[in-house]
């Protein structure tokens, strides 16, 4: 089919949201779709993702055309401008412009349970999914590419002998990613040797970390190996929709060190703990842990190649319906 998506491909190191949809296009395309992404082609179906350059106008315009629509919706509370996450008699102006969409809407996909839960209470109504972001697994994973690429080999795990290494990872700047936390950690890390902080990302203008050795953005080669070269992910945000930092961590291998919000908790809980500021009682607790989280994290559900048929189905399904119902 020819799949009409709202993406605008950004290359180099950029935001999660980015990294799924992009490695959920690749596969659609090996599945045989072909992508569009302006409405002067032919089109069979649109999965249209939150508010990425579009607005109602767009989605009045497909149903005008009689193109079956599914959306992605992404909840906007700590996410955009400051006027897309105002809040309006208990709804977020992000939200309220997606759930708009809902009479023109065939179905829904939510990233989490947070935040279908979090949809509902403002207003949502309709058929609706719930998906787990997932990440490439040839990208994120647990194996490390040996000089030239030409061999790979299993990343090594933490021996319980050398200092405990934790990375920082935020595409954005925005201080509701955690850095107030993170700055003061930083003061706290003065004089340990047994612990190592690395960050890598946007960091808010002006802040500079003393103790915390700083990266820019990685592209995804680059931050894989970030990643497989700690032990430990601390991730800080705040009400998160499904952070795929936090995915991408898991799959190289990282126990999460995570904030009580948001979906953190649904996605991370089964794979580190829960932040309690103090951070050094956080690091005992996933040390102690430290096997058992690892011996598990192969299994875990957040790979495309697990996340991207249950799209592919949901797509056969509504055109499917939509044909049966204009045959």
């Not at 690429?149 to 990375?167: A, N, Y």
């Not at 190996?225 to 998160?240: K, M, V």
Request: net charge positive; hydrophobic share 35%; aromatic share 12%.
């Amino acid at each position: 089919m020819n799949i009409f998506i709202n993406r605008k491909a950004v290359s180099g190191p950029w935001g999660g949201e980015n990294s799924f949809m992009g490695a959920l296009c690749k596969d659609l395309k090996n599945n045989g779709h072909t992508i569009v992404t302006t409405l002067d082609n032919k089109i069979d179906i649109a999965l249209i993702n939150a508010l990425t350059l579009i607005d109602i106008n767009t989605v009045k315009t497909l149903h005008s055309r009689n193109i079956p629509i599914i959306h992605r919706k992404v909840g906007f509370i700590v996410s955009g401008s400051e006027e897309i996450r105002a809040v309006h008699n208990g709804v977020v102006e992000g939200d309220r412009r997606q759930i708009e969409f809902s009479p023109y809407i065939r179905h829904s996909v939510f990233q989490s349970q947070y935040s279908y839960d979090f949809f509902t209470r403002e207003g949502f109504e309709g058929p609706h999914s719930i998906i787990h972001n997932g990440v490439d697994e040839k990208k994120f994973n647990l194996n490390n590419r040996s000089l030239f690429g030409l061999k790979e080999e299993p990343r090594r795990f933490w021996d319980g002998k050398e200092p405990f290494k934790i990375l920082i990872v935020s595409w954005s700047n925005d201080k509701n990613k955690g850095f107030h936390y993170y700055e003061e950690i930083d003061k706290q890390l003065a004089g340990r040797e047994d612990v190592k902080f690395t960050f890598a990302g946007r960091r808010p203008e002006g802040l500079e970390f003393k103790n915390i050795k700083t990266y820019p953005p990685q592209n995804h080669k680059k931050l894989a190996n970030l990643y497989r070269s700690h032990h430990a992910l601390l991730f800080l945000g705040r009400e998160e929709t499904c952070s795929n930092t936090i995915l991408e961590g898991i799959n190289c291998g990282l126990p999460i060190i995570f904030h009580n919000s948001g979906a953190s908790p649904e996605t991370a809980g089964p794979y580190g703990t829960v932040f309690g500021n103090d951070i050094f009682s956080c690091i005992e607790t996933i040390q102690r842990n430290y096997l058992d989280i690892v011996k598990n994290i192969p299994n875990n559900p957040y790979k495309i190649s697990q996340v991207a048929p249950k799209y592919r189905k949901i797509i056969d399904d509504v055109y499917r319906e939509w044909r049966e119902e204009h045959s």
